[in-house]
Protein backbone atom coordinates (compact mmCIF):
# COMPACT_ATOMS: atom_id res chain seq x y z
CA UNK A 1 0.00 0.00 0.00
CA UNK A 2 1.31 3.56 -0.54
CA UNK A 3 1.45 6.34 0.97
CA UNK A 4 -1.89 7.97 -0.60
CA UNK A 5 -3.71 5.02 -0.32
CA UNK A 6 -2.91 4.53 3.39
CA UNK A 7 -4.18 8.27 4.09
CA UNK A 8 -7.31 7.22 1.85
CA UNK A 9 -8.01 3.98 3.66
CA UNK A 10 -7.17 6.38 6.96
CA UNK A 11 -9.70 9.01 6.42
CA UNK A 12 -12.46 6.77 5.64
CA UNK A 13 -11.68 5.02 9.10
CA UNK A 14 -12.30 8.38 10.69
CA UNK A 15 -15.24 8.84 8.98
CA UNK A 16 -17.21 5.72 9.97
CA UNK A 17 -16.27 5.75 13.42
CA UNK A 18 -17.35 9.88 13.68
CA UNK A 19 -20.55 8.23 11.54
CA UNK A 20 -20.45 5.55 14.55
CA UNK A 21 -20.03 7.98 16.97
CA UNK A 22 -23.29 10.49 15.78
CA UNK A 23 -25.71 7.28 15.09
CA UNK A 24 -24.98 5.60 18.59
CA UNK A 25 -24.20 8.63 20.66
CA UNK A 26 -21.37 6.89 21.73
CA UNK A 27 -18.24 5.41 19.75
CA UNK A 28 -17.29 1.94 20.39
CA UNK A 29 -14.11 3.11 22.05
CA UNK A 30 -15.51 4.39 24.85
CA UNK A 31 -17.72 1.70 25.60
CA UNK A 32 -15.23 1.13 28.78
CA UNK A 33 -15.48 4.11 29.78
CA UNK A 34 -19.07 4.08 29.60
CA UNK A 35 -19.09 0.98 31.65
CA UNK A 36 -16.49 2.47 34.57
CA UNK A 37 -19.19 5.49 34.81
CA UNK A 38 -21.92 3.42 35.37
CA UNK A 39 -20.06 1.23 37.93
CA UNK A 40 -19.00 3.61 39.75
CA UNK A 41 -22.93 5.62 39.24
CA UNK A 42 -24.43 2.25 40.83
CA UNK A 43 -21.59 2.30 43.38
CA UNK A 44 -22.19 5.77 44.62
CA UNK A 45 -26.37 5.14 44.46
CA UNK A 46 -24.78 2.00 46.98
CA UNK A 47 -23.00 4.51 49.21
CA UNK A 48 -25.62 7.03 49.40
CA UNK A 49 -28.72 4.67 50.27
CA UNK A 50 -26.43 2.41 52.61
CA UNK A 51 -25.66 5.85 55.07
CA UNK A 52 -29.44 6.97 54.74
CA UNK A 53 -30.01 3.40 56.05
CA UNK A 54 -27.22 4.13 58.92
CA UNK A 55 -28.93 7.54 59.79
CA UNK A 56 -32.21 6.22 59.59
CA UNK A 57 -31.37 3.25 61.94
CA UNK A 58 -29.36 5.68 64.18
CA UNK A 59 -32.18 7.74 64.60
CA UNK A 60 -34.64 5.03 65.00
CA UNK A 61 -32.74 2.87 67.71
CA UNK A 62 -30.53 5.45 69.24
CA UNK A 63 -31.49 8.04 71.76
CA UNK A 64 -30.26 11.85 70.44
CA UNK A 65 -27.96 12.30 73.02
CA UNK A 66 -26.32 9.19 71.97
CA UNK A 67 -26.44 9.65 67.86
CA UNK A 68 -25.13 12.91 68.77
CA UNK A 69 -22.06 11.89 70.13
CA UNK A 70 -21.24 9.29 68.05
CA UNK A 71 -21.47 11.68 65.16
CA UNK A 72 -19.04 14.28 66.92
CA UNK A 73 -16.37 11.77 67.93
CA UNK A 74 -16.53 10.72 64.31
CA UNK A 75 -16.03 14.39 63.17
CA UNK A 76 -13.14 14.46 65.99
CA UNK A 77 -11.45 11.52 64.26
CA UNK A 78 -11.78 13.11 60.60
CA UNK A 79 -10.26 16.44 61.95
CA UNK A 80 -7.29 14.38 63.69
CA UNK A 81 -6.68 12.56 60.33
CA UNK A 82 -6.75 15.43 58.01
CA UNK A 83 -6.50 19.23 59.11
CA UNK A 84 -4.90 19.46 62.75
CA UNK A 85 -1.36 20.15 61.54
CA UNK A 86 -3.39 23.53 60.82
CA UNK A 87 -4.83 24.09 63.82
CA UNK A 88 -2.07 23.24 65.85
CA UNK A 89 0.24 25.82 64.15
CA UNK A 90 -2.41 28.01 65.51
CA UNK A 91 -2.28 27.06 68.94
CA UNK A 92 -2.44 30.12 71.44
CA UNK A 93 -4.14 32.20 68.84
CA UNK A 94 -7.58 31.39 67.69
CA UNK A 95 -8.08 35.03 65.11
CA UNK A 96 -5.25 32.79 63.10
CA UNK A 97 -7.28 30.11 62.85
CA UNK A 98 -10.00 31.64 61.93
CA UNK A 99 -8.42 33.72 59.37
CA UNK A 100 -6.45 30.48 57.91
CA UNK A 101 -10.27 28.87 57.37
CA UNK A 102 -11.38 31.82 56.07
CA UNK A 103 -8.71 31.94 53.53
CA UNK A 104 -10.00 28.56 52.46
CA UNK A 105 -14.09 29.01 52.99
CA UNK A 106 -14.08 32.55 51.40
CA UNK A 107 -14.04 36.14 53.88
CA UNK A 108 -17.76 36.22 53.61
CA UNK A 109 -19.45 34.68 56.73
CA UNK A 110 -15.77 33.82 58.34
CA UNK A 111 -14.55 36.03 61.15
CA UNK A 112 -14.55 36.26 64.73
CA UNK A 113 -16.16 38.82 67.00
CA UNK A 114 -15.32 39.00 70.77
CA UNK A 115 -14.95 35.76 71.67
CA UNK A 116 -17.76 34.05 69.19
CA UNK A 117 -16.40 32.33 65.85
CA UNK A 118 -18.81 32.93 62.68
CA UNK A 119 -17.90 30.35 60.26
CA UNK A 120 -19.79 29.34 56.96
CA UNK A 121 -19.26 26.65 54.39
CA UNK A 122 -20.30 27.60 50.88
CA UNK A 123 -20.64 24.10 50.14
CA UNK A 124 -20.26 20.55 52.13
CA UNK A 125 -16.80 19.59 52.39
CA UNK A 126 -17.08 16.13 53.65
CA UNK A 127 -15.80 14.10 51.04
CA UNK A 128 -18.35 11.06 52.31
CA UNK A 129 -21.37 13.19 51.14
CA UNK A 130 -20.25 16.05 48.88
CA UNK A 131 -21.16 14.44 46.16
CA UNK A 132 -24.39 12.99 47.34
CA UNK A 133 -27.47 11.79 48.66
CA UNK A 134 -28.30 15.75 48.65
CA UNK A 135 -30.41 15.77 51.89
CA UNK A 136 -29.32 13.79 55.45
CA UNK A 137 -30.93 13.15 58.63
CA UNK A 138 -29.97 15.91 60.91
CA UNK A 139 -27.90 13.82 62.99
CA UNK A 140 -25.13 13.35 59.97
CA UNK A 141 -24.19 16.95 60.53
CA UNK A 142 -23.07 16.52 64.55
CA UNK A 143 -19.98 14.92 62.74
CA UNK A 144 -19.29 18.46 61.39
CA UNK A 145 -20.09 19.82 64.07
CA UNK A 146 -17.39 17.48 65.62
CA UNK A 147 -14.46 18.50 63.05
CA UNK A 148 -15.55 22.42 64.40
CA UNK A 149 -14.96 20.96 67.72
CA UNK A 150 -11.77 19.17 67.81
CA UNK A 151 -10.03 22.21 65.22
CA UNK A 152 -10.92 25.17 67.76
CA UNK A 153 -10.11 23.65 70.82
CA UNK A 154 -7.19 22.45 70.00
CA UNK A 155 -6.02 26.25 68.56
CA UNK A 156 -7.46 27.59 71.81
CA UNK A 157 -5.71 25.31 74.00
CA UNK A 158 -9.52 25.24 75.63
CA UNK A 159 -12.55 23.70 75.61
CA UNK A 160 -15.21 25.45 73.26
CA UNK A 161 -18.47 25.47 72.31
CA UNK A 162 -19.79 24.96 69.05
CA UNK A 163 -23.40 25.50 67.58
CA UNK A 164 -24.18 24.35 64.02
CA UNK A 165 -26.99 26.56 62.93
CA UNK A 166 -27.70 25.25 59.61
CA UNK A 167 -26.44 22.53 56.84
CA UNK A 168 -26.64 22.02 53.09
CA UNK A 169 -27.31 18.36 54.04
CA UNK A 170 -30.13 19.49 56.32
CA UNK A 171 -31.49 21.85 53.10
CA UNK A 172 -29.75 24.93 53.66
CA UNK A 173 -28.12 27.01 50.90
CA UNK A 174 -24.93 26.70 53.21
CA UNK A 175 -23.65 25.87 56.18
CA UNK A 176 -23.31 27.81 59.67
CA UNK A 177 -21.74 26.75 62.80
CA UNK A 178 -21.06 29.42 65.48
CA UNK A 179 -18.13 28.65 68.26
CA UNK A 180 -17.87 30.60 71.45
CA UNK A 181 -14.18 30.28 72.29
Known amino acids: MDRKEFFRKSLQSSIACSGL ?3 TGHAALSEPN ?34 E ?5 CGRDCARRGAMKLAESCKGDVGKLVESL ?22 C ?14 TYCNCSRGW ?4 F ?20 PSCKFIVKV
Not at 69 to 73: C, G, H, T
Not at 125 to 138: A, F, I, M, N, T
Not at 148 to 151: G, N
Not at 162 to 167: G, I, K, N
Open 153 to 172: ETAAAKPVEVEVLQTIKRGA
Open 148 to 151: VLEM
Open 69 to 73: SLMVA
Open 34 to 67: CQQQEAKDRSQKFKEDWLISLMRNMDGQLEKGER
Open 125 to 138: YCHLVDQGPERLSE
Open 102 to 123: AGFLGKEGNYIEGNTVHLTYTK
Open 21 to 23: LLS
